[in-house]
């Protein structure tokens, strides 16, 4: 019996010390296994008489009862502690910023370009792309330009031989898509694309920059059709208040020509730098499809007649956006093309 209350002190002692759950699983198996020290204190049992043996019996089993009992408990306090101490590890501090996963956004020009097309192709225009290293018969023979033309010198061009030349102006792709409708209209297509020309780049010039040109070629179009397809163009890229106006300019390839203005978007047409205190902004070159390139491309003049325009991407994306310098479009500056994001 004593032997029996030994063992439960020292099992009790043990237990309630115990920092670990495999030291206490340790424990109940050597405790409350067959090869414990219980079992073998039950073996003095058979010499025992039947008063004492009953007696022995019982304390046993208290025993037995009172160490799983305190195994027991002693599981529970551990299992929790170790619950806590992962709680505690693994805890997520939801108050730290997030990790920002950079996000692309669409160049400007590319935005601009995007819009363009939406807009044209909402009014039935198709888009046409041709190659930018041209033929100087496409630049400019067929653009009504021939060898030794004073107009020439507006567009100072870098010649990679006698005969190729990148293209000073998207007007070009009027004639390839004039051509292959062999005389047959009508024509609906913008032709966006780059452009080069050998300026000193300044913070409004550029070697290299876009350009959007249109071209409509019908029966019955006048001068009326392109005023009212570029008061739309206006309206949409600088708000509904925006008016345009004509006055009279020459392109070789265009009669009448014209240079078009819209009302200033940054002053309502009050005055200010950006207009140069005359409430107007000069945005674009534009007429009426000369007889002469008609003909060259394969159009009768006396059936057909067409209107076409040029419009310099980068002039619209710096008064749109208010960029002061065209030199930002092609830096690949961070600052400035995280401006243009999606979300806006
Ligand atoms: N191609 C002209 C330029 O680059 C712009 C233009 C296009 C003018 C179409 C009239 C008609 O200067």
């Known amino acids: 019996m004593d032997e029996l209350l030994k063992i439960k002190e020292e099992a009790l002692l043990k237990i309630d010390t115990c920092q670990d759950l ?173 452009t080069y020309r050998r300026d000193d780049d300044d913070t409004t010039h550029s070697h290299q920059f876009m350009q959007c040109e249109g071209l409509v070629v019908d029966k019955n179009i006048t001068l009326a059709d392109l005023k009212g397809t570029l008061e739309l163009f206006a309206k949409k890229m600088f708000g509904e208040k925006r008016e345009i106006r004509f006055r009279p300019s020459y392109f070789p390839f265009t009669e009448p020509s014209v240079e078009v203005d819209i009302s200033c978007h940054n002053c309502e047409g009050k005055g200010c730098p950006m207009c140069k205190y005359t409430g107007w902004i000069e945005i674009l070159g534009a007429g009426m499809v000369n007889p002469h390139v008609l003909e060259m491309c394969g159009f009768d003049p006396e059936v057909y007649q067409g209107f076409a325009f040029g419009i310099g991407l980068e002039r619209v994306a710096m008064l749109k956006y208010g960029i002061d310098n065209i030199r930002h479009f092609y830096s690949d500056d961070l600052r400035f093309l995280n401006q243009f994001t999606r979300k806006e």
């Open 22 to 194: 495999k030291t206490l699983n340790d424990l109940r198996v050597f405790y409350l296994g067959k090869k414990g020290p219980m079992q073998a204190a039950m073996k003095s049992m058979k010499d025992m008489d039947q008063a004492q043996r009953v007696e022995f019996g019982k304390v046993s089993n208290q025993v037995k009862q009172e160490l799983t009992m305190a195994i027991d408990e002693k599981k529970n306090i551990l299992e929790e502690e170790v619950l806590n101490q992962r709680l505690r590890s693994e805890k997520i501090d939801i108050t730290l910023p997030g990790t920002t996963i950079p996000e692309g956004s669409i160049h400007p020009l590319n935005r601009i370009k995007e819009e363009l097309e939406e807009l044209f192709i909402g009014m039935g225009y198709s888009i046409a792309e041709g190659p930018e290293v041209e033929t100087d018969h496409f630049n400019f023979e067929l653009m009504n330009l021939p060898q030794g033309h004073p107009a020439r010198d507006m567009q100072d061009t870098f010649y990679i031989n006698e005969n190729l030349l990148m293209r000073t102006h998207t007007s070009p792709v009027q004639a390839h898509v004039m051509l292959e409708a062999q005389g047959k209209g009508p024509i609906k297509v913008i032709c966006p694309g780059k």
